[in-house]
Structures are given as C-alpha cells and as structure tokens.
C-alpha cells in the first residue's frame, strides 16, 4: 500500500458520504419469484426464452416450474432445501431453477462439463439430497442423491404454484455459487434474494429494456454471472436467446447465434470480446442490433476498450466488476475512443445499495489517489460460505463506522480517482484470473499433489510466447515414476477445463525462500517437456494441419496422434487454431470439431470426407 496519508476533514466526509455510497434504489417487496412469473399474467404468450428454433413463453415457464416444484414438494425439498441442478443451456435450465425457488429451495448448479469428481464434492459440501438432471446426462453423477429426470416431466396446464414461497425473505440463500479455494477445495458461496434483486433491479433501472431489445444466455452456470443472464431478461419483459455450450466457445457460431436471434445486449469477459475482434471480420457489420456489451470476469485492458471502441463506433462498452461475495459492486462509464488510456479500465463507481470502500492498513478511507484495499458493502453481500464460519468471519468483517453493517475484503488492491471511478492497482495474494475465471493456485496445486507420484506442485501465472491472455503454468517434483503428461492428464480427470495447467514442468524441487515458505518468483520459465512426437504427417493436409498445431501451441513439431489438449491446449486455443484452419482450407471449421477431433490424423481426415465442400461458406 502507499505511505499511509490521513484525509483531511474536508475529503473524507466527501469519500464517507459522497464517493463511498452508490444511489439508493427502492426495489419493492415482491418475492424473487413474484418477479420471475410477472410475465405470466403481464404477457403470457410473449418468448421468455428462445433456444434455436424452440421457444419458451411466459406462460409455459410458469406452469411447467409449477408442475416440477409440486414433483419437489413430494420428493420432501422445501424452504432452505439444497438442489442440485445439472443440466446444459437450454429451455430445461430456467424451469428448474424456477421450480426450486417456488418451493422455497437453493438452487445449487452442477456444470455438466466438470468431472464427476468435482461435482461429487459440490454435492456432498452442499448437502444436495435431489438433481435435477435429464437422463442422459444421469450416468455422469455420482451415487447419492435422488435424480428427478425432466425429460418426461407431465404437462399440466393451469399448474400455478404459490408466487411467495414459504417464509421467503429478502436474506434467504436462494443460490449457492462455488468458487475457487485456496485451500485445496471450492468454496461455497451463499447469494441471497436481496443480493440477486438488487443487481437485476439495478440493471433495469440503469439500462432499461426498450421494444426490440433482446438479451443473451451463455455463462456456464458455474458462474455467478448465469444468474443475471437467467433473470435480466425475463424480469425486463423481453425475450433471452439461450447460447448453446459448442456455440459459446466458438466466435464464428456465437456470432450466428446472435446475429439470428438479434442480441441487443450482451455480457462476456474480456478474453472473449478479444477473440471476436480478432477472428470476427468487420463485427459491426456482423452484429448490426448488438448495442450494448458489459465486460465482467477480469479486468478490462485498455487497449482492448480502444480496439472496441476503433472497431464499433457508437456501441456502449462497460466495465463491470463483482464477484460471488459481492455480486456486483461497481459500474464504468461507457468507453469511447477519447477516453483517457491506462492499462486497465476503471472498474467505475458503486451500483445502487453499493458501498466501495477503499482502506488503509488501519481500516479507515484511504486519500483520494493513494492505494488501500477494497471493501465492498450493501445489498450485494452474499451471506457468507456454507459451512466455512472461521473462512467467512475472515473474509466479511465489521463495517468500520456503521454499526451491525458488514463490508466483504475482496483482496484487490485499489485506488480511489478524483472523479469517484475505482482504479485496481494488483492483488493482496496470489489469486488469478484464467479466461474469466477466478483461479487461486493453491487448488491446483493440491489437486496436482494428490497425484501419488507428485510430491509438491506449485502454480504460477503464464503467458504463452509472453503474449496472449493468462495462463497456468505448474512445476511438480515427482518420485520419476510419472511425465509431466501423465500429470496432466490426471489433473484433466480431476480438474474444470480452466484450472488445468497449460503448461506442466518437471523440477528436481521447488525453490523457497530464507524462511522456508515457496519462493515463487524464483520458479523457472516454464519449459516444453521432452517427449517423441507420435505419428509423421502422411499427406500434404496433415503437413499444414501439424505445423498450425505447432504454431498455436508454442511447440516445435507436433505428432499426427498427438491430443491438442494434452499438449496444453483450451478452449481459446481451440477457437485460434479452428479459425487459423478455417482460413488455410478456405472452408469454415467450428471448434467443436477441435474437441471431437482432437488429432491432426482425425481432424484431417474429417476435413478430406468433406472435400467437395459442402459445409459452405466461412461465416466470419
């Protein structure tokens, strides 16, 4: 932190009363699900959600979540009742969550693309006796809980549930979001009704819907973020396109989804928005109703805002910023070419019912312009982590001069500006964002330890060729029974897809400093582990296919039978080496087919049955 400097009478009553506060916001009294199911009497016919060439009215939402919360009820889930819900987007998702919050349950999201392993743990930590899941998807859960399969759920029209839950109150855990731990497990995070009203009630005021508008679902429900994806739309009146999980990783398909469904706002995180500014050819053109985009889940850089606002003149960027804890916090100002540059966006001022306090070592308002560390207090505030009280007295801590009140310590270091805006400036630990995804090494690192053959494991942020978004880079000590792929196709079996390291390098130790302790920025640059490359090109198209491979992957030469992904490849790696093939074939190549065809031999053998070019034209 800067030198402590005391404010003067004068500014901190301007920061206590002025700068700290967001506006105050009345939001009325109606239940979370009164709000859900206001379209069901208001217009009971209009598309709540789209999916594709399906649809899900106002009216239909309301009565199957009614006919599932009934099933609910029979299967004993009530009020504070745990439920899993494990299921792809789709038209399914917003039924279940809705059924689960008519009978007063907490909805718990179970991302289906995670290992059975990490869902087993979610599962038992949130005390989920019931999922609901379709059945093909029933074989991925693990032994326990009672499944209630929605592919055969009956259809009963008129099956209209209570609009207020049993006992429902504005501090009922109505979500339960897990995070990333540092202690070697995710967290679970408790949002509560107050928290969830208050930011889609702040959204709607702040940007209000018009006739026309359109909103977009495709966060991973993993993340707090789904949630205001799942209610914005329907509690604005206006139809959500539902963004398919092949789609949402695909720039050129997400782009179609879109452009069809006429998106008008949009929410991403940055590595997003640089992947379509950079594979997506003239993107104004490409998405002519897509006003409004809001970046969340990483700091925004500042070249990032000048290349959108260079590329998309007269559309709306924001920067907003929040976490589980405090889901959101704060709000930018839209960026425009004439902004001023910085490395990084201002994560702006405080929503509504918001307070952003930035303190110094003593707990008391930093100067305007000094660093402290940032507090974030209000409506926003999660309850707390379930079953983690000594994790959570730690991490929410009294309000220094509002009796009762709490501020949640979000470990982000920061500076109040002149003009009210928020400036981060670094982390007070080791936490790390990996595409938009909060990373704290510390579970990575146990997860790699829980190899038999690891003994230590450290984990350390990398950039790939010292460019490109933040990544993970491990370095393990083992007993020489195991290579470093083995590793990681360990931590693939047991890890989400963005807690897997890149890149994993075996070391004789781990450097530490004079007290002991892991000295991280005496780990060495991570190297390429030595390994045979298996299979040699056989064709002229498996020759190019290899050296894209190479060149995406950072890696001298790559064998025709080697997995992308275990040589360190991603989702946004996939999307580069799709376009990069796409563009070297003149013909368009989704990135699901990276995934299913994850081989220079495979992928060139479903490019050369394709040859007479019928999957059509590039789109982007």
């Known amino acids: 932190m800067d030198t402590l400097v005391l404010p003067g009478p004068d500014e901190r009553h301007r920061i206590v009363h002025e700068l700290v506060p967001g506006p105050v916001l009345e939001l009325g009294d109606d239940s979370l699900v009164a709000r859900f199911t206001r379209g069901a009497v208001e217009t009971p016919d209009a598309a709540a959600f789209t999916d594709g060439g399906a649809q899900l009215t106002h009216r239909e939402l309301d009565e199957r979540s009614g006919v599932l919360a009934r099933l609910l ?51 038992a930590d949130a005390g989920v006796g019931t999922v609901l899941t379709t059945a093909d998807l029933a074989a991925a859960l693990p032994a326990g809980p009672s499944l209630l399969l929605l592919d ?21 855990v109505v979500a339960v979001i897990y995070t990333s731990g540092s202690t070697g497990a995710p967290k679970g995070v408790e949002i509560t009704a107050r928290a969830v009203v208050n930011r889609v009630g702040w959204f709607a005021a702040q940007c209000p819907a018009a006739p026309g508008d359109v909103a977009c679902m495709k966060t991973p429900i993993a993340f707090v973020d789904s949630l205001a994806e799942l209610l914005g739309g329907v509690l604005q009146g206006i139809p959500t396109v539902v963004v398919g999980t092949d789609q949402g990783r695909d720039p050129c398909a997400l782009v179609d989804v879109l452009a069809r469904g006429g998106v008008t706002r949009f929410l991403l995180v940055p590595t997003l928005l640089r992947a379509l500014l950079a594979h997506v050819e ?47 916090s704060s709000w930018s100002p839209s960026w425009s070419s004439s902004s001023s540059s910085s490395s990084e966006v201002p994560i702006g001022s405080p929503l509504a019912n918001v307070e952003l306090h930035v303190l110094d070592g003593a707990g008391q308002p930093a100067p305007v312009g000094a660093r402290g560390h940032l507090h974030v207090g209000g409506a926003c505030l999660a309850r707390g982590y379930r079953g983690r009280p000594d994790l959570t007295a730690e991490r929410f801590v009294p309000h220094p001069y509002l009796p009762g009140a709490r501020l949640y310590r979000t470990g982000d270091r920061a500076r109040l500006l002149p003009d009210g805006q928020v400036q981060l400036a670094g982390r007070v630990d080791h936490q790390l964002k990996v595409r938009g995804s909060r990373v704290e090494p510390g579970e990575v690192e146990r997860a790699l330890e829980a190899v038999p053959a690891v003994r230590q494991a450290a984990v350390v942020p990398w950039r790939r060729g010292g460019t490109g978004g933040t990544e993970l880079a491990a370095f393990v000590v083992t007993d020489g029974s195991v290579t470093a792929a083995q590793v990681r196709t360990a931590a693939r079996a047991a890890l989400p897809a963005h807690l897997v390291p890149s890149s994993i390098t075996v070391v004789d130790d781990l450097p530490s400093t004079v007290t002991g302790k892991l000295d991280r920025s005496a780990l060495p640059a991570p190297v390429e582990a030595a390994r045979e490359p298996v299979g040699e090109p056989g064709s002229a198209l498996e020759q190019r296919l290899a050296e894209l491979w190479a060149q995406v992957l950072g890696v001298d030469v790559v064998g025709v039978h080697e997995d992308f992904f275990d040589l360190g490849g991603h989702s946004l790696l996939a999307a580069q080496l799709a376009d990069l093939v796409g563009r070297s074939t003149v013909s368009r190549v989704p990135v699901s087919a990276v995934f299913e065809h994850p081989t220079v031999h495979r992928l060139a053998v479903l490019l050369e049955g394709r040859a007479d070019g019928t999957d059509g034209d590039r789109p982007c």
Do not use: M
């Open 73 to 123: 009820t029979r299967a004993g889930v009530g009020h504070g009742t745990t439920v899993g819900v494990h299921l792809p987007p789709g038209l399914e998702l917003p039924v279940a969550v809705l059924a689960v919050w008519k009978v007063g349950g907490t909805y718990v999201p179970l991302d289906v693309q995670h290992p059975t392993a990490r869902t087993a743990h979610l599962l």
């Open 152 to 172: 055969d759920l009956p259809v009963d029209q008129g099956a209209h549930s209570a609009a207020q839950p049993p006992l429902a109150t504005p501090d009922d």
């Open 282 to 328: 003239d993107l104004g053109s490409a998405l002519p109703a897509l006003r409004l985009w809001v970046c969340s889940g990483e700091p925004l850089p500042g070249d990032l805002a000048q290349q959108f606002a260079a590329q998309l003149p007269g559309r709306s960027l924001h920067n907003l910023y929040g976490s589980a804890e405090a889901w959101d």
